[in-house]
C-alpha cells in the first residue's frame, strides 16, 4: 500500500544551489547588497545604537573573511570548521557571515556550556579556531587545558571579541586584561579583503555550512550537518507563510541567541533577505526588551513560550510605549491557548522551519504547530521503527515524519545516529507525535523522544544528567525526568535518586538535607540550564524493564502525583536556582 503523503496547500518555490553567501548579499547593482540598497541598516547594537549597513556588513564580513583565511596565526582553509562561543553582539552577523563568506564552516556553541560540555562539541565538530567574547575566556582556557593543548599553543588558536565597537563606528572601550596579547576581530580586518566569496555552486550546495548540535535521547549530543542549500531554501520557504514585513518600516529586535538555530536563521539571516534591521540585545531581560521597543520603533519580536510568562506578570510592559509592536512570533516550542500568536515548529535537524501559523490563523488555531511549509512532505506514520510501519488514518495520531531541501544532511561523523532517523528515501523522523486536521493544520500532542526541553533552547537526554549524578559518591542509582511548569512555561528536570546508605537518610529532615545538597551540587558539575530546578526525590528503587531500561513513564505519573496542586516551579525562588 502506497504511503498516504501530505504535501503544502501554499505553492512550492524554487530551490536554488549556490553558497549561502551569494543568495543573501549578491546583486548585479552595486547600489544593491542583495535586493536591498546598500546604504539601508542591517545590525544595530541595542545599548550603544551602533549601526551596520548592509554595505558595510558586505565590506565587514569580505575583510574577516581575508583575514582569517591568511593571518599567519589562523591561516584557514576551505571547508575547515570554526568554533563560536559568545553571547549575542553586534560581532555575530560579521563573524559568521565573514566565515562563510570565506569557505569555512561554523560550529556555533550554546553560550552556557561550561568547559566539559564545550569540550565534547569543540574536539567532535573538528574545530581549531575558536572565537569567543571575553567573558567566555575563561571557559575557553579551562577546556584547551583539560585537553592537554599548552598555554602557548592554546592562545595561538582563540579569537577574541571584546566591547570595543570602534571598527564598526561605535565606541570604544577597554580591554580585559585576561585577553592581552591575544588575537582580536580587529587585527583580522584590516589586513585585505576577499575580492569575492567562496562559491558553492551545483552540487556543492550540499556541502556543510553550519555544525549546531542536537541532543538525542541517549548519548552526548549529534553535530546536525546544515547544508548552504538547507538554508538557502528555508529562507526562501519561510517568506511565503511569515507576517507581512516591509522595506523601511519593520524592525526585528534580537534577543533569542544566536548559537541556537532559531536565532541564526531568523534573527541573523532571515530579516536580512528582507531589507530589515535587527536591534541586537545580549540577552533577554524583561525591562531592556520594552525599553529597546519604546527606543527604538521595534515591530517584529521573536519569543519563545517563557518570555510571554514573563511579559504576562512583568510591570515594565505599562511603563513603556510598545504601540510599535506588531508581531510577537513565537517558536522553538508550542504556547498554550493563553499565550499564543503565532507558533512555528521546527528543529535543529529541519533547518530549522517546516511549519507555520499564517498570519490570519493566529488566533483561530490556537495550539496548532500550522501548515507544512511549502516544498515539504509529510507522513505520518506508526511502528515506524519497527516492522509494522503504517500510515496513520485521516485525523488520527503518528510519529511525524519530513521529506524536503531542509532536512539536514545527517549527524556528523554518527552514521549509525543518522541512519535511525533518516531513512533510505530521505523521510527524517521527527520522533514528535502529531495529529493533522481537515484544514491541513498540525498538533502536536506528545513526545516520542525523552529529552528534556528547558527554556527551549537547552534540550539535553536525561542520561546525561544520570552520568553525572551516578558519580556522586552515595548515589547508587539514578533517573532523571522533565516535568512541566506551567509558572515557568518549560520542562524542568527532576531527579529520583537511590542513596547508597539508606540509614544516613531515614528522617525526613535528613532526607530533605541530601536532596538540597544533590541539587548545589550538580550546580557546580553543569550549565545553568541543566540545574535540578523540578527537584530531587529519594526512592527505594529506580523503576526499570526487565531489559533494564529506565520505565520513565513510571516516574512521570509519581511526580503528577506528588506535584498535584502544585506547580514545580513555584520552588525555583526558595531553592535559588
Known amino acids: 500500500m502506497a504511503p498516504l503523503i501530505y504535501t503544502s496547500s501554499v505553492a512550492s518555490v524554487p530551490v536554488v544551489e549556490r553558497s549561502l553567501y551569494t543568495h543573501m548579499f549578491s546583486s548585479s547593482d552595486p547600489n544593491l547588497v542583495g535586493e536591498f540598497p546598500g546604504s539601508a541598516p542591517a545590525f544595530i547594537d541595542a545599548v550603544s545604537g551602533t549601526t551596520i549597513t548592509r554595505a558595510g556588513l558586505k565590506r565587514l564580513t569580505l575583510a574577516f573573511g581575508f583575514g582569517i583565511r591568511n593571518h599567519l596565526q589562523t591561516t584557514a582553509k576551505r571547508g575547515d570548521t570554526v568554533l563560536i562561543y559568545s553571547p549575542n553582539s553586534l560581532h555575530w552577523p560579521v563573524v559568521v557571515f565573514g566565515l562563510v563568506a570565506a569557505g569555512l564552516r561554523c560550529t556555533l556553541a550554546n553560550s552556557g556550556y561550561n568547559a566539559r560540555e564545550l569540550a565534547h562539541q569543540y574536539k567532535d565538530s573538528g574545530a581549531r579556531l575558536i572565537i569567543t567574547s571575553e567573558d567566555g575566556l575563561a571557559t575557553i582556557r579551562k577546556m584547551l587545558k583539560e585537553l592537554g593543548i599548552k598555554e602557548e ?3 595561538r588558536r582563540i579569537i577574541i571579541l571584546g566591547s570595543n565597537l570602534e571598527w564598526a563606528g561605535g565606541p570604544t572601550a577597554p580591554h580585559e586584561p585576561e585577553a592581552a596579547g591575544l588575537l582580536r576581530i580587529e587585527d583580522l580586518l584590516n589586513l585585505g579583503t576577499l575580492s569575492e566569496e567562496e562559491k558553492f555552486e551545483g552540487k556543492l550546495a550540499q556541502e556543510t555550512v553550519y555544525l549546531c548540535y542536537s541532543s538525542g535521547t541517549t548519548g552526548k549530543p549529534k553535530g546536525v550537518e546544515t547544508t548552504h542549500q538547507n538554508i538557502t531554501s528555508v529562507l526562501d520557504m519561510v517568506k511565503t507563510l511569515f507576517p507581512p514585513i516591509n522595506h523601511g518600516q519593520s524592525k526585528f529586535l534580537g534577543i533569542l541567541p544566536f548559537y ?5 536563521v531568523k534573527l541573523l539571516h532571515f530579516p536580512f533577505t528582507r531589507g530589515v534591521p535587527v536591534v541586537i540585545q545580549a540577552r533577554f531581560d524583561p525591562v531592556q526588551f520594552c525599553a529597546n521597543i519604546e527606543k527604538y520603533g521595534i515591530t517584529i519580536a521573536l519569543i519563545v513560550p517563557p518570555v510571554l510568562v514573563v511579559l504576562a506578570r512583568h510591570p515594565a510592559v505599562d511603563q513603556y510605549d510598545m504601540s510599535s509592536l506588531d508581531t510577537l512570533f ?6 498554550g491557548a493563553a499565550l499564543t500568536n503565532a507558533v512555528r515548529y521546527g528543529l535543529t535537524e ?33 511502528d515506524g521503527d519497527g516492522l509494522g510501519e503504517t500510515e496513520a488514518p485521516e485525523g488520527q495520531a503518528g510519529e ?28 527524517f523522523k ?8 481537515a484544514d491541513g493544520f498540525y498538533y502536536i500532542i506528545d513526545r516520542q523522544k525523552e529529552l528534556i526541553k528547558y527554556k527551549v533552547f ?6 546525561e544528567l544520570e552520568s553525572v549524578l551516578l558519580t556522586h559518591p552515595e548515589i547508587a542509582d539514578t533517573a532523571v525526568i522533565g516535568v512541566n511548569s506551567a509558572k515557568e512555561a518549560t520542562e524542568l528536570p527532576r531527579a529520583y535518586v537511590v542513596h547508597a546508605h539508606p540509614d544516613k537518610v531515614q ?25 535540578l530546578r523540578g527537584g530531587v526525590v529519594i526512592v527505594d528503587a529506580i523503576p526499570k524493564s526487565a531489559a533494564g531500561k529506565i520505565l520513565r513513564r513510571e516516574l512521570r505519573d509519581r511526580a503528577a502525583k506528588e506535584l498535584r496542586g502544585r506547580d514545580p516551579g513555584e520552588d525555583l525562588i526558595k531553592a535559588k536556582l
Open 458 to 463: 537547552q534540550l539535553f537526554p536525561p542520561a
Open 260 to 264: 541556537h538555530i532559531y536565532g541564526a
Open 507 to 531: 528522617s525526613e529532615v535528613k532526607r530533605a538535607e541530601f536532596c538540597r545538597h544533590v541539587q548545589e551540587w550538580m550546580q557546580e558539575k553543569v550549565a545553568r540550564h541543566k540545574y
Open 153 to 155: 599553543q592554546a592562545n
Open 350 to 382: 529541519t533547518s530549522p522551519t517546516t511549519h507555520m501559523i499564517p498570519f490570519t490563523h493566529a488566533t483561530t488555531k490556537m495550539g496548532s504547530i500550522g501548515v507544512l511549509l511549502p516544498n515539504l512532505e509529510a507522513r505520518l506514520v506508526i
Open 330 to 335: 513565537s517558536g522553538a516550542a508550542p504556547l
Open 430 to 437: 521527527t520522533g514528535d507525535i502529531a495529529t493533522r486536521d
Open 400 to 427: 511525524l515524519w519530513l521529506r524536503g531541501p531542509t532536512i539536514m544532511k545527517g549527524y556528523l561523523g554518527n552514521k549509525m545516529a543518522t541512519k535511525e532517523s533518516i531513512t533510505s528515501d530521505r523521510w
